[in-house]
């Protein structure tokens, strides 16, 4: 990524004029558009290298366009049963994935819409076989072994984690 340089009020203003990228092949999330939608953020869906969301800022003061695509990435799961499925059927999928990501250095957050988030893990609140104690052993291992950053929430504020999570990073980029 270039180096930019801006002013604090032109960060504000940047970071509220974000664009959310959401992967083409992103399902059932009806509740973030909606979000982004009622709150007036814009978004555009386009096939995703990494993740299920990035974002670009639309700027004229850096007399381009900067995309985040390649740099940060929301990788969502809709519950733990998707999450479950991704450790286990489809993990050599789920691990190039991030292996991809991470050799190419793009930081991801993995959002799980699960509100009782490591609660209903341990306590088995989830309709799999993956037992709470591999399933604890695959999350961990993956935060560590991919650098990544677990988030578990509700998925009425979901569209929110989204957005806060690209304006602060943008914020701290950028300055």
């Known amino acids: ?16 004029g974000i664009v959310v990228l959401v992967d083409s092949r992103e399902k059932r999330n009806d509740h973030i558009l909606d979000y982004f939608n009622k709150q007036g953020i814009a978004y555009r869906v386009s096939k995703l290298e990494y993740g299920d969301y990035s974002f670009m800022i639309p700027t004229e003061a850096a007399g381009e366009d900067i995309y985040f695509h390649k740099d940060i990435c929301i990788e969502r799961k809709a519950s733990l049963e998707e999450l479950s499925g991704n450790f286990t059927r489809e993990r050599d999928r789920f691990e190039k994935e991030f292996l991809k990501a991470g050799n190419d250095r793009v930081k991801v957050y993995l959002m799980i819409e699960a509100p009782g988030g490591y609660s209903d893990i341990i306590g088995h609140k989830y309709r799999t076989d993956f037992t709470p104690a591999a399933f604890m052993a695959s999350l961990k291992t993956w935060e560590h072994r991919f650098d990544t950053n677990v988030q578990f929430i509700s998925p009425e504020y979901a569209g ?5 999570t690209f304006q602060y990073y943008a914020r701290e980029i950028l300055k």
């Open 1 to 16: 990524m270039k180096n930019y340089r801006f002013s604090v009020e032109e960060l504000k203003k940047l970071s509220r």
């Open 160 to 164: 929110y984690y989204i957005v806060s």
